[in-house]
């Protein structure tokens, strides 16, 4: 698979990622011997990049991929985290010895004495214009205890200012052919500055996929259950934002622009990876059989320029009105 450098940390990682979301909570149970399945597939379908979160399953998730690097030492994978999320949102919290804190519980559910890659995961909006909050991370990276620092972010200007700060690495962002707003500003800011850019959210929840009608229903305790209105966090984490009825019927018309060989949700990922300034995407699987269907459209041809004019037109005429000015 191709590997692209990683911003400014020099480190490669495969254009098409693991995302762990899925192997922690919020999308239902996973089993682990299932969740340790999707990590060997992907990786043996030349994945080099995962990216978890230490509240994803309160730490499950980072658990998991660290058993199963003990049991692959020859597995070459950059492991990024986040951290943040497990404590109020309130900006007063972002201090050094919470950082020291929280990367050490990182550091121990991975089973490392460095992490890779560690991401503030969506702070107030105030952090990100925090020198103390930079100086910081600087620290950590001095410490040893991390290798390199980025951010995750809800709205284009939150990555603009964080891809303006000399230490950030990379920029995760959702990115997706419903969310067509960072393609403006934040992509060509990133490739100027050398920050890496890691596409999330790329198949909108599943609604690129297009295997869901307007009767779908899921679990109660999937986020595309309970935080559809943005209840318990972003709505823009959940579909993109985009209300579902509006997502199902402008999927349908996205798959009709996949092409022969390929499925829409393989569509939505070849469209992400050959959009300038993008690293790495990360999907996420709850089998190795999807697992290895996302790894396998970093192989697809680039998709010829009337899908993307299609793609921008059915962006225009469908979403950008409930999505563009929000995020």
Not at 160 to 180: D, K, M
Not at 211 to 237: I, L, M, P
Not at 261 to 277: E, K, S
């Amino acid at each position: 698979m191709e590997q692209r450098i990683f911003g400014r940390t020099g480190q490669r990682a495969s254009v098409v990622g693991l995302g762990t979301w899925q192997l922690g909570a919020d999308w239902g149970e996973v089993e682990e011997k299932d969740a340790l399945a999707v990590l060997d597939a992907a990786v043996e379908e030349g994945v080099t990049f995962f990216d978890t979160a230490d509240v994803y399953g309160d730490g499950r998730s980072e658990q998991l991929i660290g058993s199963y690097l003990r049991d692959r030492p020859d597995a070459d994978i950059l492991v990024a985290t986040k951290m943040g999320r497990r404590v109020a949102l309130d900006p007063s919290l972002y201090t050094l010895g919470n950082f020291r804190a929280w990367t050490d519980r990182s550091r121990a559910n991975l089973g490392v004495d460095r992490l890779d890659l560690v991401q503030l995961h969506c702070p107030p909006t105030p952090v990100y214009s925090s020198e103390a909050v930079f100086d910081a991370l600087d620290t950590l990276v001095e410490e040893g205890r991390i290798a390199a620092y980025g951010v995750s972010v809800e709205t284009c200007d939150e990555a603009l200012t964080a891809i303006a700060r000399p230490g950030t690495a990379s920029v995760q962002i959702i990115f997706n052919a419903f969310r067509l707003k960072p393609l403006e500003r934040v992509l060509p800011a990133a490739a100027e500055a050398g920050v890496g850019i890691i596409a999330r959210v790329p198949l909108a929840s599943g609604l690129l996929s297009g295997k869901y009608t307007r009767d779908t229903v899921f679990a109660a305790d999937d986020h595309r259950t309970y935080n559809r209105h943005g209840e318990s966090f972003d709505q823009g984490e959940t579909f993109s934002g985009v209300d579902f009825a509006t997502g199902v019927e402008a999927a349908l018309e996205f798959a009709a622009l996949a092409p022969d060989d390929a499925t829409p949700a393989q569509a939505a990922l070849r469209w992400i990876v050959q959009q300038p300034g993008v690293t790495t995407v990360i999907p996420g699987a709850r089998s190795p059989e999807q697992a290895r269907a996302n790894a396998d459209a970093a192989a697809l041809p680039p998709l010829p320029e009337a899908t993307l004019l299609a793609v921008r037109d059915l962006y225009d005429r469908r979403i950008r009105a409930q999505v563009h000015d929000r995020w």
